[in-house]
């Protein structure tokens, strides 16, 4: 199969959409600059179209292999890339290079690796798996150039992003996925194949006799009452619900602005008496807690949530990967407690 049918094409739209707020958090921890993200414009595009643009784009190349062994695409304007790769090294941002020298293309390729990653965090925190990018993740300026799977499917799903960083850039870069890397970032959905579709209307249309042609197509109407005999029938309006309020347990809002103490723990060790009394200068404690394993977000002392650590602007703060479900938190507390 190449192009997606309509009903995947929505559900990938759907999975897509929600999570543009963490793509945008990713891309500003890794270019040091907040950007802001509008929705993104989601289509089917044919790859003879795409290749045939001769202008030459920033183009990260990566795989989610988990996922899909088809190789996917960041892609970046020149004119963007130029403005990036200022900020990147420590620039403002208002004099970009003229000419993207081999530092640049560097500095763009390491933070590019990072925003593929926060893409597979993302993407694999809607899908409760862990996504994260193969080996051979690249970056070069280049005009566009798709891989086999591009080229034997026919068609590329796009992702466009219309995206700001304040004062300097206000344009659109791609995403572009192969048809079977958003089948399988949509599992579970019925797809027909191309024509499919109008070939079951036909058939069905065709077993419903010209007596009964405002009947659903299908549907056998014989024996049914005549719509004439149904007579004229009105209709009470559900009722409308209340918003998020009268979904909360009564007198919630009293505490509504009760404040917390929220902390971030990044890992807990035990020591005897002796050995923190020769804590010094340059002294080195190890943590109990693995290399790159999520850090924890405390209230009040409880476990709520798990995150990264994140930068922007020289501030730390915490994205939050995976919140902590009631089960598990009664659990940590009683270890913690014991």
Do not use: W
């Amino acid at each position: 199969m190449s192009e997606l049918s309509s009903a995947r094409l929505t559900a990938f739209q759907t999975v897509i959409e929600p999570l543009a707020e963490a793509f945008a958090m990713s891309l500003s921890e890794n270019i040091n600059q907040l950007a802001v993200f509008d929705p993104p414009v989601i289509t089917q595009e044919s790859i003879s179209a795409l290749i045939s643009d001769p202008e030459p784009v920033i183009q990260t190349s990566f795989t989610f292999p988990t996922l899909c062994e088809d190789e996917a695409a960041v892609l970046f304007s020149e004119s963007d890339s130029h403005i990036l790769a200022d900020i990147i090294g420590m620039g403002d941002g208002s004099e970009p290079p003229e000419m993207l020298e081999e530092e640049h293309i560097e500095r763009l390729s390491a933070a590019m690796a990072g925003f593929v990653q926060g893409i597979g965090t993302a993407i694999g925190n809607v899908l409760s798996q862990p996504v994260a990018p193969g080996p051979g993740c690249s970056t070069k300026l280049v005009p566009m150039t798709l891989s086999a799977g591009f080229l034997t499917a026919g068609y590329a799903v796009q992702i466009a992003f219309p995206y700001r960083v304040e004062g300097l850039i206000d344009g659109t870069f791609r995403i572009l996925v192969t048809p079977d890397t958003a089948r399988a970032i949509t599992p579970g959905v019925e797809e027909e194949l191309p024509g499919e579709q109008n070939d079951i209307q036909a058939i069905n249309a065709a077993e419903v006799p010209p007596a009964q042609a405002g009947a659903a197509p299908g549907i056998s109407m014989a024996g049914a009452t005549p719509a004439s005999d149904f007579g004229t029938h009105s209709f009470q309006p559900f009722e409308v619900l209340g918003g998020v309020q009268d979904a909360m347990p009564r007198g919630m809002d009293i505490i509504m602005d009760i404040p917390l103490d929220v902390s971030v723990e990044l890992g807990r060790v035990q020591m005897l008496i002796k050995d923190v009394l020769e804590l010094a200068t340059g002294s080195i404690v190890e943590l109990e807690r693995v290399a790159g394993e999520p850090i924890d977000l405390m209230v009040n002392g409880q476990l709520i949530a798990k995150g990264e650590v994140v930068v922007i602007e020289d501030n730390f703060g915490i994205r939050i990967t995976e919140i902590v479900s009631p089960s598990d938190r009664l659990n940590t507390a009683g270890k913690r407690a014991a």
